[in-house]
């Protein structure tokens, strides 16, 4: 490998590391992106099944959603978003219940009819029967937030399956508020300017967002596999695993793992996304795909489709990661790897939301993305 004749070095062809090669290469730097999937995208691809036409999220739902005008503008000169809302059911005990929780939720569990104003005084009144003031743990917090009969049916059960621990060994400070809304509103996304579903697929977005003959993109290339052909000293983006690149030595960051099974049915389920609270389902979610594509009526329309059921599973090292375990124990951990990288590699930068240890949406690793590619084009000067 000739990695000396690039100027930057991006592992990684997720959406953070294309952002940052694409504004890289559009000011005439020459990128080497490593890829060790066999695809572009990371973790939003998509890819068309060839017979229902439907556009399947090989690694769960993505919805692109964003309150940043400069993250919208930016991202929809790739390729044309639909004008797709996410709304989401969750089921318990058999019946749909609209989430998060608003007036509807409320009335529906409660078999009452109350307004917005009666539904908050209600719920208020419901929370001190719990007679906690000062919760030790995320049930307590739960508790003392919406009372007993909603903490058990939306919450209780679904952070069990999701966590697999009680609740009650969670701490109380991963729960600071429940989203309720005391109005009819069921846009999942309440404070989203903009969102939608690129036309054309993520992976079509990503391609052409690396498109420049300026980035070569190696597929199924693990940065740890080449990493003595690359000189240490070279400027690289890396938005891989740290403790996988210096093969665990201080342990094993933690994080919750997802396991999805894809199915092709007789039946659709009516909306892209549906959440099971109930605990002798095991999976969380099933995602019908085809809802997303409000742009193709056919592909909505047609009879059936392909469900993908989400379970939630451990995460062993070398396996998925999804969800960081962000702990006190788990920064320092981290913190202590980004020290030993820094004697290491010192042009080596952490990005994305493995490099970084954090979850993000998609338009907050892009603004991540273009704050970092700023700051690198601005030295680079
Ligand atoms: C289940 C789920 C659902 C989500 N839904 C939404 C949603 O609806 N809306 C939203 O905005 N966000 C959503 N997100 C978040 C979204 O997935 C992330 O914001 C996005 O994937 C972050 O991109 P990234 O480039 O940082 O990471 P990734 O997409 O993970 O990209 C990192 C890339 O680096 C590669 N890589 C890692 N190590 C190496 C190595 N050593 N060598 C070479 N390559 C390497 C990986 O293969 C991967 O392709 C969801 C996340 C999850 C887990």
């Known amino acids: 490998m000739t990695a000396f004749k690039y100027d930057f070095i991006v ?46 999220h090989k690694y769960g739902s993505h919805i692109f959603h964003t309150e940043s005008d400069v993250v919208w503008n930016y991202i929809t000169n790739f390729g044309k978003f639909n004008d797709y809302i ?5 089921r318990y005990n058999g019946k749909l219940y609209p989430m998060p929780i608003n007036v509807d939720t409320i009335n529906m ?41 909603l903490y058990t049916a939306f919450l209780k059960n679904y952070t069990k399956k999701q966590w697999d621990t009680n609740p009650k060994n ?68 890396y938005c891989g695993q740290i403790d996988e690149l210096f093969d665990y030595k201080f342990g094993v960051l933690p994080y919750r793992s997802l396991r999805f099974e894809m199915k092709k049915t007789n039946n659709s389920q009516g909306q892209a996304v549906i959440n099971e609270a109930d605990y002798d389902i095991k999976y969380t979610r099933t995602h ?34 999804y969800y960081p375990i962000n702990t006190p124990e788990s920064e320092q951990l981290y913190q202590k790897y980004i020290k030993f990288a820094q004697k290491n590699y010192p042009n080596m930068i952490f990005g994305g939301r493995l490099g ?14 273009l704050k970092l590619s700023g700051q690198l084009l601005s030295h680079a000067h």
């Open 288 to 321: 019908d795909y085809k809802y997303y594509q409000i742009h193709q009526p056919d592909i909505v329309k047609q009879h059936g489709s392909i469900l993908c059921r989400e379970y939630p599973a451990t995460y062993e090292k070398g396996g998925e990661a």
């Open 86 to 90: 996410h709304t989401v059911d969750t």
């Open 356 to 369: 970084a240890y954090r979850y993000w949406d998609m338009d907050k690793a892009i603004e991540a993305a």
């Open 109 to 149: 569990l409660y078999g009452t009819d109350m307004t917005g104003e009666e539904a908050e005084k209600f719920l208020k009144s419901e929370a001190k029967k719990t007679g906690i003031t000062d919760p030790k743990n995320f049930e307590e917090k739960g508790l003392s937030l919406v009372g007993e009969k």
């Open 170 to 237: 969670l701490p109380a400070d991963i729960l600071s508020r429940i989203p309720v809304r005391f109005s009819h509103n069921n846009r999942y996304f309440i404070t989203a300017k903009h969102q939608g579903i690129p036309e054309n697929g993520y992976t079509k977005l990503v391609g052409n967002m690396l498109s420049s003959d300026l980035i070569d993109i190696k597929l199924n290339t693990n940065f740890c596999d080449v990493a003595q052909e690359i000189p240490k000293t070279a400027t690289i983006i």
């Open 11 to 56: 592992v990684g062809a997720g959406i953070f590391g294309t952002v940052v090669a694409e504004q890289l290469a559009r000011n005439g730097k020459k990128i080497l992106a490593l890829e060790k999937r066999n695809h572009i995208a990371g973790n939003i691809y998509s890819y068309t099944d060839k017979s229902t036409g439907i556009e399947i």
